[in-house]
């Protein structure tokens, strides 16, 4: 079976990091394009970062750019999102989604919490 398990999320103080990390399973991992998500309360579901099927090529939202990175290793089954100097406009359910190609969606993780605060 398809599953997505995201992790690393938790509390941190502006400035401050996190990792997150999302396992693949139940599909060829290394054959799928890989996207991290969150979403806000109250606010729509927003990209914030891709990655292609090989880790060649990636892309980000213009509000994480420079702050965010987004890379997978396949042996491993996991795509991962380094995230630096946090803001308060950072916290959300982080979500990882898997496609086959662009809008043929695998699958969607279950989402992990970022709370940014002092």
């Known amino acids: 079976q398809v599953q997505l398990v995201e992790s690393g999320g938790g509390l941190v103080q502006p400035g401050g990091s996190l990792r997150l990390s999302c396992t693949a399973s139940?599909?060829?991992?290394?054959?799928?394009?890989m996207s991290w998500y969150r979403q806000a309360p109250g606010k729509e579901r927003e990209l914030v970062a891709v990655?292609?099927?090989?880790?060649?090529?990636?892309n980000y939202a213009d509000s994480v750019k420079g702050r965010f990175t987004i890379s997978r290793d396949n042996a491993k089954n996991r795509v991962y999102l380094q995230m630096n100097s946090l803001t308060p406009e950072d916290p959300a359910v982080y979500y990882c989604?898997?496609?086959?190609?662009?809008?043929?969606?695998?699958?969607w993780g279950q989402g992990t919490q970022v709370t940014v605060s002092s």
């Open positions: 990655i292609t099927s090989d880790g060649s090529n990636t």
């Open positions: 139940g599909f060829t991992f290394s054959s799928y394009i």
């Open positions: 989604k898997a496609e086959a190609r662009v809008g043929l969606v695998r699958g």
